[in-house]
């Protein structure tokens, strides 16, 4: 069922997104005078097909994997000449980079209008609480403790963990940067934090790790309120009421020591000791486990006792008017687009790990995650992936929309279009370009899945 809802997620995110793209395209090259032949959603064999009364072929095919609008153009065949002024290759350098603009323009805008729903629908957010703190990293350097919430890092104000953790990655671009923390008892100070020499995008998902700081948590008793039925620790006899002391002999004093020490053993069989009344009992068990490969986690099956409202103090909704809402998602936007490009320049220059690159199996996983978690988590992914394929598409690669602009401008410095011998090697080195790209986020995505490879 998790495929089921991942295949699902992910042809619903690509659809979406690959239609806007090309709607981009499309929409500006009517508006220019450029006669579109086809619309395409998906490459290959034709599921559905049909000619509209302006004579575009509308096309949805089987290989979701992106999309094309194709014009009219004398470079790949015969034009009539009372059809000439339709033709892409006829139109001045204004009108072809507008349309090839357009397509990851369209993405963008696409993101600020998923942003401006997410601010206005409202979601509620973990507030960003300083946990543990770990001893000799940026974090303890300065000097933040247990119990602190961030309000701002650098020039960024911040009210909830992930805009915390982007934050935290373009501020370092300028470190030392100041953070703004308040206490518990409502004051607010500032500390400086130097991550200089810190690889923050060395390891997707250790940002945290690295400043040396987590997300609070409330600590909750390990007294088991409920046993799930055909579980490892209802095959063992645990019971609800149940205080679960140790874990092979590691002391237990909270329920996330528990969760710590079962997540590290799928599959494994531990001894987990227990206070049952005036009892103390040990029960061998053999964990169950879930996910796979890098993922793959160890399950016990105990539910805690949650006093009620525990969670109130640490969760806030974050929500704007329609008009409030706009500034709001502009900003959300710019800051993504430009910590995207960050991350894509410290690629190349080596200072942060290609292993942040993903493939579709990956973003199947995401979106399938995301659709599950509702509507606001769905928004949030559509509009991260919308700016990534944006920005993806205007790398001067030829084959892609910024390779276009890239020979457009070569046209316009030189007063005439490269030859087509030389637009075609380009368009070699392009493909060879992308397929390493495309190979390189495959492998990604595998070794995340069944952890290949160091």
């Known amino acids: 069922m998790d495929w089921l809802t991942n295949i699902a997620g992910f042809l619903l995110v690509i659809g979406v997104l690959v239609t806007v793209h090309e709607f981009g395209h499309f929409w500006v090259a009517r508006r220019v005078g450029i006669k579109v032949l086809r619309f395409s959603v998906g490459f290959g064999r034709p599921l559905l097909k049909r000619t509209g009364a302006d004579g575009t072929e509308y096309v949805l095919a089987a290989i979701p994997l992106g999309g094309y609008v194709k014009m009219l153009d004398e470079r790949e065949g015969p034009v009539d000449a009372d059809q000439l002024d339709g033709a892409f290759n006829r139109k001045p350098l204004w009108a072809r980079n507008a349309v090839i603009i357009a397509g990851p323009a369209f993405n963008f805008i696409l993101a600020i209008i998923a942003y401006w729903a997410v601010f206005v629908i409202g979601a509620l957010e973990v507030k960003p609480i300083v946990g543990e703190i770990t001893p000799n990293t940026p974090a303890a350097a300065a000097q933040l403790s247990e119990g602190d919430e961030l309000k701002r890092i650098g020039t960024t104000k911040v009210e909830a963990w992930d805009q915390a953790i982007m934050a935290f990655i373009d501020a370092s671009n300028d470190a030392p940067f100041t953070v703004v923390v308040e ?11 130097d991550t200089r020499g810190v690889r923050l995008l060395d390891e997707p998902g250790e940002v945290l790790d690295r400043l040396g700081l987590q997300p609070w948590r409330p600590r909750i008793d390990p007294v088991v309120e409920r046993v799930i039925d055909g579980s490892a620790a209802a095959q063992a006899g645990l019971q609800s009421g ?11 004093t909270h329920w996330g020591d528990l969760v710590g020490a079962v997540f590290e053993r799928p599959g494994e069989e531990v001894t987990v000791s227990v206070q049952r009344g005036q009892q103390s009992i040990d029960y061998a068990v053999t964990l169950q486990s879930r996910g796979e490969g890098s993922e793959r986690m160890g399950v016990l099956g105990v539910a805690p006792a949650v006093p009620e409202g525990l969670f109130d103090d640490v969760r806030h909704e974050v929500r704007y008017g329609p008009i409030a809402a706009i500034p709001q998602a502009v900003g959300a936007t710019w800051r993504a687009t430009t910590l995207t490009v960050d991350v894509l320049v410290k690629m190349v220059v080596g200072e942060a790990s290609v292993k942040n690159i993903s493939g579709p199996i990956n973003i199947a996983q995401y979106a399938g995650d995301s659709v599950s978690l509702g509507m606001t988590p769905f928004l949030k992914f559509l509009a991260i992936v919308s ?3 944006g920005i993806l ?3 001067p690669v030829p084959i892609l929309d910024g390779g276009h602009l890239l020979f457009n401008t070569i046209e316009w410095l030189r007063g005439r279009p490269l030859s ?8 070699q080195v392009g493909m060879g370009l992308l397929l390493m790209l495309m190979t390189l986020a495959f492998y990604n995505d595998l070794h995340r899945l069944f952890a290949l490879g160091g």
């Not at 149940?242 to 237990?252: L, M, R, S």
């Not at 087509?420 to 368009?427: M, W």
Request: net charge negative.
């Open 420 to 427: 087509d011998a030389a637009q075609g090697i380009g368009q």
């Open 183 to 193: 206490r518990a008892d409502g004051t607010q100070t500032q500390r400086r934090m």
């Open 242 to 252: 149940d205080v679960i002391t140790q874990i092979d002999g590691a002391p237990i």
């Open 393 to 395: 598409n205007l790398l």
């Open 387 to 389: 700016l990534s394929l």
